[in-house]
């Protein structure tokens, strides 16, 4: 098939702006990546100049190399079981390299507007930088993440110690000898005090909601492969979440006799390799919901108070699209009210790469299946639906979230990854013409089969 080049921008060259901007060129299309920053990898490149990486010295991704990787480039033989930050960051590059992308890459580019043409839907995109110049396009991909802007707590202004949001730990020595509260216990906050138990005088965690930590490893294998054989559509949810409770129970027993509380509905998966070892020992010691602040004083949902030297608020992000003007920008809260959060239903021609918390999967590969589907929509191969039956499967969406899972606003990006590819494989058969799926997504056949099929 022969497929019409287009003028594409992809903004962020993160993982997601990586993998649309090498599916876009494949399918022979004009790609300007504009990065902020002067490194590829986004959240990866450990201390990016970008500004905006929430990476800390210890992190590692939460998946396997064998289902992290995108479409056709494994990892290299030797990578850890659990890869590093610096894993990651350096696949990255090596792809960025061989699909020959980083030769499309402005470095040091602070997009200031992604705007419609003369305001006109479907005339087009116009992309302008800090530096004043402007470009236009045929189509925007925005792939800038969603942990650019920290959500602090509430009760954060009241706290007179040290202080600091997540997004700003790197690692665990300026925090030796010292009393400290880490709030959330979402990954990022079961790392963070695992990282500080050895050194901190105590750490103490607040765990407003409820939490099932499941072990990083069970029988020689990541904890996620063993999952995958319960994540199946014949399985209902009651009978995985038993199991995921018994497995979380035989390893740590129950989350109560500890001080946080077992979920009733679904919940992010959250895990660390030591951090259950360390609330055994003491080290960590597990508190309800912060109630108040009063100078170095916390008073917890429960009664009791401790004083803290230092607070860490692992409370998560808003996500901040500031270049895009109010009629445009489909932020609503912590929500994206795309279709299948990729698709403007109402400015074609814009597209959203990355945002979502997969829910016991890979988000890199994701963001692979998601830029395949965006290459063949750029291409012409397939169609989005109407407006209207874009803002109707919103918001059916927004309600089986709502009712799936506690704190609606925490969980507006969750995606469960097996119903979603199949979401996507019946999109990709969404065509123009005759064309083989094959085709459509630029990758083997088989291939096609296995997204429609997982």
Not at 53 to 69: C, D, F, G, M, Q
Not at 75 to 93: R, W
Not at 290 to 298: H, L, T, Y
Not at 299 to 328: H, M
């Amino acid at each position: 098939m022969t497929v019409a080049s287009r003028r594409v921008a992809v903004i962020g060259a993160g993982a997601g702006g990586l993998s649309a901007a090498r599916h876009l060129l494949e399918q022979g299309h004009d790609v300007t990546v504009y990065e902020i920053g002067s490194h590829v990898g986004g959240l990866w490149a450990y201390g990016n100049d970008n500004g905006l990486s929430v990476a800390y010295a210890s992190l590692h991704i939460n998946s396997e190399p064998k289902v992290t990787n995108y479409r056709g480039y494994p990892f290299p033989a030797g990578t850890s079981v659990v890869p590093s930050h610096e894993e990651v960051c350096a696949y990255l590059n090596r792809f960025t390299d061989e699909f020959g992308i980083r030769e499309r890459i402005r470095f040091r580019s602070r997009v200031t507007v992604v705007a419609p043409i003369d305001g006109v839907r479907g005339n087009g995109w116009v992309v302008g930088l800090d530096d004043g110049s402007r470009s236009e396009f045929d189509s925007v991909v925005v792939a800038t993440g969603h942990q650019g802007l920290a959500a602090h707590p509430p009760f954060a202004p009241g706290f007179t110690g040290e202080y600091l949001h997540s997004s700003d730990y790197r690692e665990p020595l300026p925090f030796i000898g010292k009393r400290v509260l880490v709030v959330g216990v979402g990954n990022s906050g079961l790392d963070i005090a695992a990282d500080l138990a050895p050194v901190a005088a105590q750490t103490y965690v607040a765990a407003r909601s409820p939490v099932l930590v499941m072990p990083r490893m069970m029988f020689g294998v990541p904890t996620a492969r063993v999952l995958a054989k319960i994540n199946k559509p014949f399985f209902p949810w009651v009978v995985q979440r038993q199991i995921m409770r018994s497995i979380a129970r035989a390893y740590h027993g129950r989350m109560e006799q500890w001080g946080l509380r077992t979920p009733q509905l679904r919940t992010h998966p959250a895990s660390n390799a030591t951090f259950m070892a360390h609330v055994a020992y003491g080290r960590i010691l597990c508190r309800p919901g912060v109630q108040d602040i009063e100078g170095q004083r916390v008073t917890f949902t429960d009664g009791t108070s401790i004083e803290v030297d230092t607070l860490i608020a692992a409370t998560g992000y808003d996500i901040d699209l500031p270049f895009l003007p109010e009629e445009v920008s489909p932020v609503s809260g912590r929500r994206m009210e795309t279709y299948k959060r990729v698709v403007h239903p109402s400015w074609p021609g814009l597209y959203f790469v990355g945002f979502f918390n997969v829910s016991g999967g890979a988000n890199i590969s994701m963001m692979d299946v998601q830029s395949a589907w965006v290459a063949a929509l750029v291409s012409g191969s397939v169609t989005a639906p109407s407006d209207a039956e874009s803002r109707a499967d919103i918001e059916r969406e927004k309600q089986r979230l709502d009712k799936r899972f506690p704190h609606a606003a925490r969980y507006g990006l969750e995606l469960e990854p097996r119903q979603y590819k199949r979401d996507i494989a019946r999109e990709l058969r969404r065509k123009n013409s005759n064309t083989p799926a094959s085709e459509v997504v630029g990758a083997p056949a088989s291939e096609v089969r296995t997204l429609r099929e997982s």
